[in-house]
C-alpha cells in the first residue's frame, strides 16, 4: 500500500514547497516528512482551520530524495536551495533572511528534500481545493503529520480526484506571498 503523508500548511509562502519554474520541492521545513518520505510516496498539505477539513493546497508524488548538499548543487538558484555543503561536512546558509535561528537551520539541514514527480504534483496556493467525501479521511489535522489511516486504493484516488480538477503543475500563488517584494517570505512552520 502506498504510504500518504499529510500535514497542515500554516504558512505558505512558496518555499515549502517550494514552487520555482513549475517544479514542487521540500527542502526546508517539515524535516520529519522529508526524513520518512520516499519515491513514490504522496505528501499532502492541508489548510488550517478555520477551513473546513479537507481543503488541499499542494499534493504531490515524491520522485527523487536528495541530500541537502547534493540538492543545492544540481538546482543552484532556486529560492529554497538555501544552504550549501562546505568541505568540513556542516552548511553555509546562503540567505540570511530565511530561517535565521539555529534551530530552524539544524531542522532544515538534518533531513534530506524532497523532489516532486511534475507528472503527479499539484499546487493551488491560494485557490486550495476541497477534498471529495470519499477522501476526507485523508485530510490532516493538528500538529505533525500523520501517515495512518490509508486505505488500498487511496493513492490512486486521490490522484484521480486531482487529475479531475486540472492538468498535474503550479495553478496558483502562494496564500502569503509578500507582494511588495515578490519574494517568499523567511517564515514556515518547522515541525
Not at 45 to 58: D, E, F, L, Q, Y
Not at 74 to 99: C, E, I, M, Q, W
Not at 150 to 166: E, F, K, M
Request: glycine share 12%.
Amino acid at each position: 500500500m502506498t504510504r500518504i503523508l499529510r500535514y497542515i500548511l500554516q504558512h505558505d509562502s512558496g518555499m515549502a514547497p517550494c514552487i520555482d519554474r513549475g517544479l514542487v520541492t521540500l527542502a526546508t521545513c517539515k524535516p520529519k516528512i522529508r526524513g520518512g518520505a520516499q519515491p513514490g510516496e504522496w505528501v499532502v498539505g492541508c489548510r488550517p482551520s478555520p477551513a473546513p477539513r479537507g481543503v488541499v493546497v499542494w499534493a504531490g508524488r515524491v520522485a527523487k530524495v536528495l541530500n541537502v548538499g547534493d540538492y543545492e548543487r544540481a538546482y543552484r538558484g532556486r529560492s529554497d536551495a538555501v544552504y550549501r555543503a562546505n568541505t568540513s561536512g556542516g552548511f553555509k546558509r546562503l540567505r540570511p533572511d530565511y530561517h535565521p535561528g539555529d534551530a530552524e537551520f539544524r531542522k532544515d539541514t538534518s533531513a534530506p528534500v524532497l523532489i516532486f514527480d511534475e507528472a503527479a504534483t499539484w499546487y493551488f496556493g491560494a485557490d486550495p481545493q476541497m477534498m471529495p467525501d470519499s477522501l476526507v479521511h485523508l485530510a490532516a489535522g493538528g500538529r505533525g503529520h500523520r501517515v495512518a489511516g490509508v486505505n488500498d486504493g487511496d493513492a490512486r484516488a486521490l490522484q484521480s480526484w486531482l487529475a479531475s480538477i486540472a492538468p498535474p503543475g503550479v495553478h496558483g500563488t502562494p496564500r502569503h506571498m509578500p507582494v511588495s517584494i515578490g519574494r517568499p517570505s523567511a517564515r514556515c512552520s518547522v515541525t
